[in-house]
């Protein structure tokens, strides 16, 4: 058995302070409460994890300046508001395992946002909700968002994704014409998880009008999913609306 260089030895040292620090950054109480409040895959702002914590405001943008430190999360910016996520599947599996070995259960997010407006509403000139978040997560699931920023939050479409799209109708082609950033992820304020932004998503809510899948509320933001669209979304993207 060939024994360990001196290289060797110097790149175990480095995995082995690497991993207790990781350890350290899970191991404190309040930042291990916000991990795994954040394991539904919503994001969070620092106030709301200061609560979580049971921590000041200030403390708790301290811990988390920690756990970006360790990449543990990742900080979304949208509007004047910061928003705190796991910094990715890894993060979660790892948490999830702990979890197991102490026996916890994972708590349920539970939205305060009412009804009609977390279901389905616009938001600027494109579709959020619960709905367009689920179509969101079907487009990324087969495979027809991909990423083309670091921090994954802007999207070209797939050829596959284009097939699917112009085989219903949607025509791609002129929505890439228009002056601005094709499709991006735009976090969700009721559901904090992101639904289709940029020219795709306003062309995709401008699609579902025009089709009667949708219809606008006279006096308000929330949209209303005809029976017509109910059966297009369960049809086409295996969304129960």
């Known amino acids: 058995m060939n024994a360990l260089t001196t290289s060797d030895m110097q790149d175990i040292n480095h995995v082995d302070i690497h991993l207790s620090q990781i350890a350290a950054a899970i191991a404190e109480p309040a930042r291990a409460k916000m991990l ?3 394991l539904d895959g919503r994001a969070r702002t620092s106030t709301e994890l200061a609560v979580v914590g049971e921590i000041s405001p200030s403390t708790a943008s301290s811990h988390l300046a920690k756990l970006k430190e360790q990449y543990l999360v990742t900080v979304l910016a949208q509007g004047k508001h910061r928003y705190y996520q796991l910094a990715g599947k890894e993060v979660a599996d790892a948490m999830e395992a702990l979890l197991r070995i102490a026996g916890v259960a994972q708590a349920r997010f539970i939205p305060n946002t009412p009804t009609k407006l977390r279901n389905a509403r616009s938001c600027y000139d494109h579709m959020a909700g619960s709905v367009a978040v689920e179509l969101h997560d079907y487009f ?5 968002l991909t990423a083309i920023s670091d921090d ?4 070209d479409l797939h ?3 284009i097939a699917a799209l ?3 109708g949607l ?20 559901e904090r998880k992101p639904h289709i932004a940029g020219a795709l998503g306003n062309a995709l809510l401008k699609f579902m009008l025009n089709r009667a899948w949708l219809e606008r509320e006279l006096d308000g933001r929330a ?4 029976k017509e669209g109910q059966r297009q979304f ?8």
């Open 152 to 155: 994954g939050t802007n999207y």
């Open 166 to 168: 112009e085989h219903i």
């Open 36 to 38: 795994c409040c954040l």
């Open 140 to 144: 990324k699931n087969q495979g027809w």
């Open 159 to 161: 050829p596959d994704g």
């Open 223 to 226: 949209l209303i999913i005809s």
């Open 171 to 190: 025509d791609v082609t002129s929505v890439r014409q228009t002056r601005r950033r094709f499709a991006c992820a735009c976090l969700d304020w009721s």
């Open 234 to 241: 369960k049809k086409l993207f295996a969304i129960d609306a």
